[in-house]
């Protein structure tokens, strides 16, 4: 049983995205209303998700393969979270409302991938999405952040989470409310922790097994090594 890793630049995992073009300053205010239908869906999606990665587990441990059926769908309940994310809270990057499909779509702005494994080690994973993500899961509760809950006086229950992804956003939010634009380097920042998160997200799945560089490969781009720069706005 050994843990791999690769460069970051060639990581299985591949979440990219097109950087924003004239944002609405304003709509980020209701986002969070016109994404219900997709947490309708999403939700179902995730116990769905949950109970195939269990079954993957098994397989895996007895043949050493993730079924590819399966490998499929949860990487397309990964993709759809990305661009609802993308759209919403996790960036507030696009005004192109997300697709109701787990499939690839070239023409939304963003995307997320993984390479399917040929084979996996039936001994890593019985610690990898534990025990080896440990340090992972320190990072990525950092960047998220812990959940918090409050109680009025009136009895009322409040709860959420943010984390230094939800700080940032906020700053995008209120960039986009005075300046009507998106800061290129807080995109960049963005798409980088986002990246570590799915990163991290697909290795505790048991998607792969090369494991999450500790690097923050900023930019809309993570199949390349360098990107040419793009001025502020």
Same mark, same amino acid.
């Given at each position: 049983?050994?843990? @791999?890793?690769?460069?970051?630049? %060639?990581? *299985?995992?591949?979440?990219?995205?097109r950087?924003?073009?004239?944002?609405?300053?304003?709509?980020?205010?209701v986002?969070?209303?016109?994404?219900?239908?997709?947490?309708?869906?999403l939700?179902?999606?995730?116990?769905?998700?949950?109970?195939?990665?269990? =079954?993957?587990?098994?397989?895996?441990?007895?043949?050493?393969? &993730?079924?590819?059926?399966?490998?499929?769908?949860?990487?397309?309940?990964?993709?759809? /979270?990305w +661009?609802v994310? &993308?759209?919403?809270?996790?960036?507030?990057?696009?005004?192109?409302?997300?697709?109701? @499909?787990?499939?690839?779509?070239?023409?939304? *702005?963003? #995307?997320f #991938?993984?390479?399917?494994?040929?084979?996996?080690? !039936?001994?890593?994973?019985?610690?990898?999405?534990?025990?080896?993500?440990?340090?992972?899961?320190?990072?990525?509760?950092?960047? /998220?952040?812990?959940?918090? #809950?409050?109680? @009025? %006086?009136?009895?009322? !229950?409040?709860?959420?989470?943010?984390?230094?992804?939800?700080?940032?956003?906020?700053? =995008?939010?209120?960039?986009?409310?005075?300046?009507?634009?998106?800061? +290129?380097?807080?995109?960049?920042?963005?798409?980088?922790?986002?990246?570590?998160?799915f !990163?991290?997200?697909? &290795?505790?799945?048991?998607? @792969?097994?090369v &494991?999450?560089?500790?690097?923050l490969?900023q930019?809309?781009?993570?199949?390349?090594?360098?990107?040419?720069?793009?001025?502020?706005?």
């Amino acid at each position: 049983m050994t843990m @791999t890793s690769a460069p970051a630049a %060639d990581y *299985p995992v591949h979440l990219t995205a097109r950087p924003p073009e004239h944002l609405s300053p304003a709509l980020w205010l209701v986002k969070w209303l016109l994404i219900i239908p997709h947490v309708i869906v999403l939700i179902p999606l995730w116990v769905v998700f949950v109970v195939l990665t269990v =079954v993957a587990f098994v397989a895996i441990l007895v043949t050493g393969r &993730y079924p590819r059926g399966i490998f499929e769908l949860n990487v397309g309940v990964l993709r759809w /979270t990305w +661009r609802v994310g &993308y759209y919403a809270y996790s960036a507030l990057a696009t005004d192109q409302y997300p697709p109701f @499909t787990l499939a690839e779509q070239p023409d939304y *702005p963003a #995307s997320f #991938s993984v390479e399917y494994p040929e084979r996996l080690s !039936r001994g890593l994973v019985l610690v990898k999405w534990w025990l080896l993500a440990i340090p992972q899961y320190v990072v990525v509760g950092l960047l /998220t952040g812990p959940q918090y #809950s409050y109680q @009025t %006086d009136h009895g009322t !229950r409040y709860q959420g989470q943010i984390g230094l992804i939800g700080i940032l956003v906020l700053a =995008v939010a209120i960039m986009l409310a005075i300046r009507g634009s998106y800061p +290129r380097h807080l995109y960049d920042l963005l798409l980088g922790l986002n990246r570590w998160v799915f !990163r991290v997200a697909a &290795y505790a799945c048991l998607m @792969t097994d090369v &494991y999450p560089p500790f690097r923050l490969d900023q930019g809309p781009d993570d199949r390349l090594t360098a990107v040419d720069p793009v001025p502020a706005t």
